[in-house]
């Protein structure tokens, strides 16, 4: 494993001396982009993915041995600069690991565990839910002792479940709304109001919809659910560190989440995004700033977003202020990718981000523009550490490269990769390793994230700084999201 700077001892030396203000040039965008290398950010995806084999875990969820080495990693790097001053923000958080298995007779079902759920047992008749189960009137009288089967969409997966809990059924199977796999998902908390949990499980929407038109043509479908779980407290750190030069009074924030998921090591999710942050970090200090740059690296992301909301819950009035924009990156490399920009302005999905929010689009599509590159906007749809900024009024923006959705024909035509294929076939599995990057892509996007950041820190033109600008926006909240990304 290495561990160095990629300074120079001359660098280290004048850093620690205070003198690494002294004859900087003032940032450009062209100059910064040159710094982002292919070798640097591998060497970054070797540490991260040994962290996770430590002990033979093969994972870095937030508390685990091998997130507390990327913690303690990622802060070393940044002090060994002499660039910022940073912190660990420790947080307590429920933590839950468990996995689901779901059985009609002799077949099995690929079955994904939803985070919070508890263990249990259950083999009984299946009775379909209206529409996608999210009022009590969803459920019909019969679900009581029966396991509901539910479609995806609407509402959170744990209005679903503990609804079906209230209505008295023993078990929950959600379907997704596609054909494909449902995948791992969140309850994102160990409790709801609308009723007590019961155990769950999701499959692919292909095996869903069989199952309901077999129960609907008169058939007894007998399902058999039986869930393994982990519930606990665990003690977790952010990383926060800002430059000691620059505006204070204007900070441009940037971040992407430290944590996989108990299944996996995750490398492209997000090692991808958290590793590209902190090689901007790492860079940055070539350069003079007008603005003071931010850089957070969220824990327990997986697990409902539960660094970056607590870092802005626990932001004062004037602190919050302060942040002229945060940029979130989370997902940069995966394997069958496309790029996605998030739809700052709204005009793609309709929902649009804080006031600025367009401008940071627009800011992203001229670097891909430049590039000869085409990007397509992507839905704010609360899934990643953006979500808790945005809540706030601070604009938002950030890049993806695709998690769980199917690639189509038109998305081969833009970028190539393999029609009918997810963006990342492991996502939220243990082959998300090395093996599992694109590392063109990844490039790629580090390089747009150094142009925003770039751009920012230089001038906040067209960013809202009056806070009665910035406010008036509704706020998002993950709706069926998958155990975020």
């Not at 029966?146 to 995806?152: E, Q, T």
Request: aromatic share 10%.
């Amino acid at each position: 494993m290495v561990f160095d700077s990629i300074f120079s001892l001359p660098f280290y030396l004048a850093s620690i001396l205070g003198v690494h203000w002294l004859g900087r040039p003032l940032i450009t965008t062209e100059a910064y982009q040159s710094t982002i290398s292919e070798h640097n950010l591998f060497r970054h995806a070797e540490n991260l993915f040994a962290f996770a084999q430590i002990g033979g875990a093969n994972t870095r969820s937030a508390g685990s041995i091998g997130h507390n080495a990327t913690v303690d990693y990622i802060k070393s790097q940044l002090d060994s600069t002499g660039f910022y001053d940073t912190y660990l923000q420790h947080f307590t958080y429920t933590y839950s690991v468990g996995n689901a298995t779901f059985l009609v007779g002799d077949t099995s079902y690929d079955t994904g565990y939803f985070s919070y759920g508890p263990a249990g047992r259950a083999s009984a008749p299946l009775t379909v839910v209206s529409n996608f189960g999210c009022v009590k009137d969803d459920f019909p009288v019969e679900v009581a002792g029966r396991i509901a089967l539910i479609s995806r969409g609407n509402c959170p997966f744990s209005d679903k479940v503990a609804l079906s809990g209230a209505a008295g059924a023993v078990g929950a199977i959600i379907y997704n709304n596609q054909d494909g796999p449902l995948g791992s998902a969140t309850l994102s908390s160990a409790t709801n109001p609308l009723g007590p949990y019961v155990p769950a499980g999701g499959i692919p929407g292909r095996d869903g919809k069989a199952l309901v038109a077999a129960v609907q043509s008169g058939q007894e479908v007998i399902g058999k659910l039986h869930v393994i779980a982990t519930v606990e407290n665990r003690k977790t750190a952010n990383v926060v560190a800002t430059t000691k030069s620059g505006d204070h009074d204007n900070i441009v924030a940037l971040g992407g989440h430290t944590d996989s998921v108990p299944q996996g090591p995750g490398i492209n999710d997000n090692g991808s995004g958290s590793m590209a942050v902190l090689e901007l970090a790492l860079q940055l200090p070539r350069f003079k700033i007008n603005n003071a740059v931010r850089f957070g690296f969220w824990a327990g992301e997986e697990f409902g977003l539960l660094g970056a909301k607590y870092y802005a819950e626990h932001l004062s009035e004037e602190e919050r202020s302060k942040i002229a924009l945060y940029l979130n990156f989370d997902m940069l490399a995966s394997p069958n990718f496309g790029y996605f920009i998030y739809d700052g302005d709204g005009s793609a999905f309709g929902v649009a981000g804080p006031p600025g929010s367009g401008h940071i689009e627009k800011t992203f599509q001229d670097f891909f523009k430049a590039s000869d590159l085409k990007a397509v906007p992507t839905k704010f749809d609360g899934r990643s550490d953006y979500a808790p900024f945005f809540n706030t009024g601070i604009p938002a923006g950030g890049l993806l490269t695709g998690a769980e959705e199917i690639k189509d024909g038109e998305g081969v035509a833009q970028w190539g990769g393999e029609a009918g294929v997810a963006y990342d076939d492991c996502y939220h599995q243990a082959c998300d390793t090395l093996d599992n990057l694109n590392v063109t892509a990844w490039v790629q996007n580090t390089k747009g994230a150094a142009h925003a950041v770039a751009t920012y820190s230089k001038s906040l033109e067209g960013i809202p700084r009056l806070v009665e600008e910035r406010n008036p926006t509704k706020g998002i909240t993950p709706v069926n999201a998958p155990q975020v990304v």
